[in-house]
């Protein structure tokens, strides 16, 4: 059974400060893996899909980096703002099919604060 | 309407109730996703529809009932509920079973 953890669970820093968050799942086999946001209110926002082929992607001053081989993510955020205040998760999708689809499974989240 | 809607956004009920959610989508995807997510628990997905076919139930109580009328719209019937399936329940879709997700803002259940 995929089991995914995020580290840490809340995070509070100043303005501008650059950080990670870290992701990890316990099985490799992975179709792809995926990091998002929640806002209170807002649901949730695809921010980076990163395939399992792949190393690394980005977008503006988010990157994201993948090592399936040691079932690890991260992401990276460059220059943090009050308004990247959110709740960021990790998700990873497997290969097991069951009748068509692909199985999505969550970490308990990143709580993030930026303060001014 | 653009991306995918959820109505209503709240909604309490009481345990001998019987409530629909829905779900649209507008972003011509043909695979629809229910979502629980409880308080310091991780998201937890309870059906998936691919071209409105059920493919996925991952052990939901029959006091879920999912439907999908078309490929544009996703319904979740509940009936008899319990204190415990308070949660925000959120739909997603995706182009096929296996591509990247979208969410809706979710509907935030509270059974008294």
Redesign the interface.
Known sequence: KQE?TQIPAALSVPEGENLVLNCSFTDSAI?NL?W?RQDP??????LL?IQSSQREQTSGRLNASLDKSSGRSTLYIAASQPGDSATY?C?V?GYIL????????????TQLKVEL | ETG?T?TP?HLVMGMTNKKSLKCEQHLGHN?M?WYKQSA????E?MF?Y??E?R??NNSVPSRFSPECPNSSHLFLHLHTLQPEDSALY?C?SSQV??N???????TRLTVL
């Open positions: 995914v179709y995926q998002l209110g807002k649901g949730l926002t695809s899909l998760l998700a999708r069951t009748g068509g689809g692909n199985k999505l499974t969550f970490g308990t989240g | 995918v959820q956004r695979a996703y310091k628990k991780p998201l997905l998936v691919s071209l076919e493919v996925e959120l997603a079973a296996v990247e997700q979208f969410f809706g803002p979710g």
